[in-house]
């Protein structure tokens, strides 16, 4: 009889223990989520008392531009009417150092500031050094050439006079230090005392000349304080909500973050949008799959196909034409009218006949493609790979000479990628980021802004096609239920 009653005794024990841990279970599931997604809000947001603060303020991890140059083989041959042929070079690496200025945080709930940015050369990271010679395109000469392309002939003569005169010439030997940092030439000088107004430069000419020490434009965004679904959003740009370079509303619209955080808490819905000041539009990338770096989930977004596409394959990108071939943007209206053209490196994901039109470029989906891989908690990126080019449309004006029998091309100038090493953390229950790549955009020679990283390679990514799919994950067919970012924080 005793025994009976033990036993009766041990199961009711037992019973109310695991009704307990059941409950306690079940608040624990409604509790942790809520409680971890209050801390992943309280530091993300844009706020001195913040866990990210500071690091939104100045990144605190070395970032490196790499430059990869067109040295032209055939400049004599381009002349008489051939094909251009190219030879890339580099990289050549640059210690970036950047850090936000005159931070203001407004009665709106947002922050104004402005980020300056310098550059070191680092020979021990390059392949190359800044005195070595290439062959170039004269950016001045060639633009210059373009803009009088319906102008009367009696101007053309007088260019073409006054071209000969100083000496210059359709194609250039310079050094990489010239080109990146500026050259003196006459040029300048000349166009600047008779036409003021046609080009932005006032001393010397290069690619990163208007770029060192210099800032991209008063950014005002949304702090996320107040009003969270807003966090990290652009408000204004210089005072502007929208700008006026293109011919629609849509494509002068101010849209997304400044490129370099993003909204926490995303799903595969989520889209990231950012607006490069040089490049003057908002761009927009789309979600692809999930995986994994050093460790941590992440969302990796890539650029749709439509990103440079022209108004005849993409309607809403009419806005930004006059276009050329589908896969590179005309970017002239905000660049002084020269005709510059943005696109992926070596033509990747353009009309064909781009890169078959300029001999040795290879474009291939794996060392040009686009992509930036984010930690979906926090909206934080982790690795990156945002690569872009820089082209020059070329060809004869009758009427100047230093064209000579020029056949029509988009040519290659440089082709650029940007990122950083960094480990941060997030402790006691928030979200922990450790070693990734941390992303933004930046301004190019005064000449384009855009979003540029690379990966460090001390820490590779996890190849997307090795990992194994989570439990949840909603890349597995597999899955039970749809795997929700804030029930696992790594």
Not at 392 to 408: C, M, R, V
Request: include cysteine; proline fraction near 8%.
């Amino acid at each position: 009889m005793g025994s009976r009653a033990r036993t009766r005794r041990a199961v009711a024990v037992l019973g109310f223990a695991g009704l307990l841990c059941a409950v306690l279970g079940a608040v624990m599931i409604v509790v942790v989520p809520t409680l971890i997604k209050q801390q992943v809000l309280k530091n993300v947001r844009i706020d001195p008392s913040s866990l990210s603060f500071n690091m939104w303020k100045e990144i605190p991890v070395p970032f490196y531009l790499s430059i990869y140059f067109f040295d032209i083989v055939n400049p004599d041959a381009i002349l008489l009417g051939e094909k251009p042929q190219v030879r890339e070079r580099g990289p050549y690496v640059y210690r970036e150092f950047r850090h936000k200025s005159n931070i203001t945080f407004n009665g709106n709930d947002t922050v104004s500031f402005l980020e300056y940015r310098s550059f070191q050369f680092q020979p021990d990271k390059s392949h190359g050094l800044e005195s070595d010679y290439i062959v170039m395109p004269n950016i001045l000469v060639l633009a210059a050439a373009m803009m009088m392309e319906n102008k009367p002939m009696s101007m053309k003569l007088i260019m073409t006079l006054a071209f000969s005169t100083l000496g210059e010439r359709a194609f250039m030997n310079r050094t990489i230090s010239e080109i990146m940092w500026g050259y003196d030439d006459p040029l300048i000088h000349l166009i600047n005392k008779y036409l003021p107004d046609v080009f932005p430069f006032k001393g010397k000419f290069g690619l990163f000349a208007e770029l060192n020490n210099s800032n991209s434009g008063l950014f005002t965004v949304f702090t996320g304080v107040k009003d969270f679904s807003r966090i990290h959003l652009v408000d204004k740009w210089n005072g502007l909500s929208k700008v006026s370079f293109w011919h629609s509303d849509q494509c002068n619209m101010i849209n997304g973050t400044s490129g370099q955080m993003w909204a926490p808490f995303m799903t595969p819905e989520t889209s990231l949008q950012f607006y490069s000041p040089e490049a003057c539009r908002s761009m927009n990338l789309v979600y692809k799959e999930s995986g994994m770096f050093e460790g941590i989930p992440t969302y990796r977004f890539v650029a749709p196909s439509t990103l440079f596409a022209n108004g005849s394959v993409y309607a809403p990108n009419e806005g930004f034409c006059p276009c050329l071939e589908s896969g590179i943007q005309n970017i002239s209206t905000c660049r002084f009218n020269a005709p510059l053209f943005l696109s992926h490196p070596h033509f990747y994901n353009a009309d064909p006949v781009l890169a078959e039109a300029v001999l040795g470029l290879h474009p291939n989906q794996e060392e040009h493609s686009l992509f930036l891989d984010v930690h979906p908690v926090t909206g934080i990126p982790m690795n990156c790979s945002v690569k872009l080019q820089l082209s020059l449309y070329i060809k004869a004006i009758k009427g100047i000479g230093q064209t000579g029998k020029i056949e029509p091309v988009v040519l290659p100038l440089v082709w650029f990628e940007e990122g950083s090493f960094w480990q941060r953390a997030f402790q006691s229950g928030r979200a922990i980021i450790s070693e990734g790549t941390a992303c933004s955009h930046h301004s190019i020679g005064g000449l384009w802004e855009a979003e540029l990283c690379h990966r460090d390679t001390q820490a590779p990514a996890v190849p997307y096609s090795r990992l194994p799919p989570h439990p949840g994950d909603p890349q597995n067919p597999s899955c039970s239920r749809n795997w929700d970012p804030v029930e696992r924080i790594p």
